[in-house]
């Protein structure tokens, strides 16, 4: 049971930044947002994860609001390369708990 | 990050023989493993968690004795698809949660398996 609601596609110009959203309204204290991409054929990637403040890495940032019901991640320059499927998910991290996938945003960069 | 390797990346069988695919943590002890299966179009759909030395618990609809899971070390899960069937066909992609930081499950490659 997926607890996140991402839109199914979008398009973004290469070069540009790729702002994707995520929507976790029903988020718990304890649970962090974690996001992952799949490019076609491969299995997914590790980008970034957050609890409540924001993010960044090599790859991406993480932007949390504060009351922590929704997130965005930001590739700032896309590439070709960034096209994928990129899937928010919400967890607790701990123990044997997996990722549970929903559908993802897939991610289309156009040049 | 953590490397997880799969082998093979992919394979071609008849219907009615076994498969059997590899997952190894290279860089780092796996406690847990995990087995997901996703279809063409759709999203990954967790099959089971492997667990080093004890039996796999399987997921709902999963059938344990036809998805064979051995974990037999702290870096080594396998799935064996037993009396395989074209309906088995599918991409099959392993995890391994890595200990570090917030538990961040990292992924193998994935193996296509096509039963004809």
């Known amino acids: 049971d997926a607890k996140t609601t991402q839109p199914p596609s979008m398009d973004c110009a290469e070069g540009r930044a790729a702002n994707l959203p995520c929507n976790h309204s029903t988020i718990s204290g304890n649970e962090y947002v974690y996001w992952y991409r799949q490019i076609h054929s491969q299995g997914p990637q590790y980008i970034i994860h957050g609890l409540k403040n924001n993010e960044t890495n090599e790859m991406a940032s993480l932007i949390i609001t504060e009351d922590r019901k929704s997130s965005t991640l930001i590739l700032p320059h896309a590439t070709l390369r960034d096209t994928a499927v990129y899937y928010c998910i919400v967890r607790v991290p701990s123990g044997n708990t997996p990722l549970v996938f929903g559908k993802g945003t897939r991610l289309s960069v156009i040049a | 990050g953590a490397v997880v390797s799969q082998h093979p990346s992919r394979v071609i069988c008849k219907s009615g023989t076994s498969v059997k695919i590899e997952c190894r943590s290279l860089?780092?002890?796996?406690?847990?493993m995990f087995w997901y299966r996703q279809f063409p179009k759709q999203s990954l759909m967790l099959m089971a968690t492997?667990?080093?030395?004890?039996?796999?618990?399987?997921e709902q609809g999963v059938e344990k004795d036809k998805f064979l899971i051995n974990h037999a070390s702290l870096t080594l899960s396998t799935l064996t698809v037993t009396s395989a069937h074209p309906e088995d066909s599918s991409f099959y992609i392993c995890?391994?949660?890595?200990?570090?930081?917030?538990?961040?499950?990292?992924f193998g490659p994935g193996t296509r398996l096509l039963v004809l």
């Open positions: 492997s667990n080093e030395g004890s039996k796999a618990t399987y």
């Open positions: 860089d780092f002890q796996a406690t847990t």
């Open positions: 995890s391994a949660r890595a200990p570090t930081g917030q538990e961040t499950q990292y």
